[in-house]
């Protein structure tokens, strides 16, 4: 029986079709709302969220909140879904997870409410507050008008009077044009006739927003003479005053609220100079304002990875902004927290998913052969699951826990791109041909978080300590991989066999939070019979106590040629491996071929003379008086 033939399988493990953007197309959406699985805490927390955001809208009030969650722990796919809720969009519903119907009938101002939903994703944008004017007029239905939120026509409305007053316009082009005004706006070039001017001015007037700003820029420097200069980005207005004008002219549209859904901003403004990570985050403030007497109000809700006080640049230590940063993180407190084990929920419900059209008799003897294992090995799996209930483990299988627990904690310091649900559905495909009652090894793992694109990432992003403890854990296997054919050969082992176990050793020590029901993490009480357990498919025992013999003798014979390697000396014996920062045998290989006989020789004689106290002299011996007593 192979676990391919029971499950509802994903041949296509392409990393894209497991990122969800909040541009994605409509069938895409679709697709996202239809597998999106909301566990029994999400439900929990999205009913306290959607109460308390009910309860201020209701009152007029603005209300934020942060989805707090790792890379690839479902915030975008949560934003998709609230997006469509809020938007009273029945296909949601339709096709939507059961919970979701239940939160709906629970909160009835989801539909009371008409909401106008802002989808943002910072990446690439240029700044926080264009970002949401441009969004906002994004948003807008086809027949509503758009929005202004610069002020070049106020520029353009003094050179009309200018003009007046100095001959026609005409006559004020060229002149502006003989005294440079036009250096930065090649369409405006010298010595053109003043009608020809006139053209070219009307069409930059009327172009694209970009143009027009930078010909209203022009022209205000040039009637300044030069003083308080402005560039063609002060010519959008400032945060608080657009926000103003969104509320108006959203109220003016027939809607009650508007909802800002904001992904990828603190990859975004972690990029940010010193003064431009100020600017944004006075601008998050502004968004989410509870004292503002706008006449409609904002729900904000922005997907995080992190504390946004730990995204401040170092060089910002002043208190009163520290305090400032601690003020807007109240501001989108609670924070709706996306855990460990609502990726156990997807997993057990989405990954894992049964196929449709298995017979009754099929059922049964796929279900059972997953029992025989529990009930053969049901004491070891328990005990590695971290406290989980047994049944919930065994809804898992055949992912084990410590797997998952490993998955979440590594995938935080990789590339945004990379998913734990596509991690899960690769390592399916792998393990296709597994025997239904196996499990996936744990050292199976480190392919999918030690590829290529993703060692380049973590070695890039060295600032982050999560990166660097990836990094380092990487080099020291690149150290320890050569050694391993050999100790395969002298123990019996296959290198495969070593590799897993290894790997595993390596994982489990990057997994660093609590684990154990004892507070202990994976890495702290890793020993052989639970490497054996974890990686159980790929090391066969006859009887348990063979195989952790087995796993014991291979990490003393590593440990003879690689002491970083330290197996304990209990017959099921405690096993680590120390992180090498510097590549001590690289030194000690240098070393060696750069200090021959000579240098030894004149080592060991310094030392005689020093510590001996020898009168040497010239001379290579010398007469040391011992007393006997």
């Known amino acids: 029986m192979k676990i391919r033939d029971y499950l509802l399988w994903q041949d296509d493990t392409d990393l894209d079709a497991f990122i969800t953007r909040l541009s994605d197309s409509e069938d895409r959406v679709r697709q996202n709302v239809r597998q999106y699985v909301v566990g029994a805490k999400v439900r929990d927390r999205l009913d306290s969220m959607l109460k308390a955001v009910g309860e201020r809208l209701d009152d007029n009030r603005d209300v934020g909140r942060y989805i707090h969650g790792a890379f690839g722990s479902g915030k975008s796919n949560l934003l998709t879904v609230l997006g469509k809720m809020l938007e009273r969009d029945e296909m949601v519903y339709d096709l939507g997870h059961p919970a979701l119907r239940e939160l709906r009938a629970k909160h009835a101002w989801l539909d009371r409410h008409r ?3 802002v989808r943002i994703n910072m990446m690439g944008k240029y700044s926080l507050t264009r970002a949401l004017f441009e969004g906002y007029n994004a948003a807008l239905p086809a027949a509503a ?5 610069t002020d070049e026509e106020r520029v353009f409305e003094l050179i009309d009077k200018d003009a007046q007053r100095l001959g026609g316009l005409p006559a004020l082009l060229e002149q502006a044009a003989s005294e440079a005004a036009f250096e930065a706006i090649p369409e405006m070039p010298r010595g053109m006739p003043g009608p020809l001017f006139v053209e070219y001015y009307q069409r930059l007037r009327r172009g694209d927003r970009d143009k027009r700003l930078a010909l209203a820029a022009a022209l205000q420097n040039w009637r300044n003479h030069g003083a308080n200069a402005i560039r063609p980005d002060d010519l959008w207005v400032d945060a608080r005053q657009g926000l103003d004008r969104i509320a108006r002219h959203a109220k003016e549209q027939g809607y009650t609220s508007v909802a800002w859904l904001v992904d990828e901003l603190v990859i975004w403004i972690r990029g940010r100079s010193r003064a ?3 600017n944004e985050i006075n601008n998050l403030s502004a968004l989410v304002d509870h004292d503002a007497a706008r006449v409609l109000p904002f729900f904000v809700a922005v997907a995080v990875q992190m504390d946004i006080s730990r995204t401040c640049p170092e060089d910002l230590s002043q208190r009163d902004f520290q305090e400032q940063l601690g003020f807007i993180r109240d501001r989108f407190q609670p924070q709706l927290e996306l855990e460990d084990q609502d990726l156990y929920e997807v997993a057990a419900e989405r990954v894992l998913a049964r196929r449709g059209d298995l017979t009754v008799a099929e059922k049964k003897a796929f279900e059972g052969a997953i029992d025989a294992a529990f009930q053969k090995h049901g004491d070891a799996i328990v005990g590695l699951s971290g406290g989980l209930p047994a049944d919930f483990v065994r809804r898992l299988y055949p992912f084990n826990p410590a797997l998952l627990r490993i998955l979440v904690d590594v995938t935080q310091a990789l590339s945004r791109n990379r ?10 495909n792998k393990h296709a041909d597994l025997e239904v009652g196996q499990f996936i090894p744990v050292g199976a793992l480190w392919e ?4 290529p694109e993703n060692v380049s990432y973590v070695k890039q992003n060295a600032s982050s300590k999560l990166c660097q403890r990836l990094a380092d854990t990487y080099d020291t296997w690149v150290r320890l991989e050569p050694k391993l054919e050999a100790v395969a050969q002298e123990t019996g082992a296959t290198v495969h066999q070593l590799q897993q176990v290894v790997r595993t050793v390596l994982l489990c020590q990057l997994s660093d939070r609590p684990y154990f029901p004892d507070g202990r993490a994976l890495g702290e009480r890793l020993t052989a019979s639970m490497l054996l357990h974890l990686n159980e498919t790929d090391i066969r025992a006859m009887v348990p106590r063979t195989g952790i013999s087995k796993v014991a003798s291979w990490f003393r014979a590593l440990n003879n040629v690689a002491p970083h390697v330290q197996p304990s000396s209990d017959t099921d014996p405690t096993i680590s491996i120390k992180i090498e920062q510097l590549d001590i045998e690289r030194v000690l290989n240098t070393a060696r071929t750069q200090v021959g006989h000579s240098h030894r020789f004149a080592f060991m004689r310094k ?12 001379s290579n011996e010398g007469t040391f008086d011992v007393l006997w007593k």
């Open 607 to 618: 030392l005689m003379i020093d510590e001996l106290g020898l009168d040497l002299g010239t």
């Open 115 to 117: 909401t106008l939903v």
């Open 276 to 278: 431009e990570y100020v």
């Open 419 to 428: 998913t734990a649900i596509a991690a899960l559905y690769r390592l399916l």
């Open 145 to 149: 008008p758009q929005l202004g939120f």
């Open 448 to 451: 999918f978080v030690f590829e």
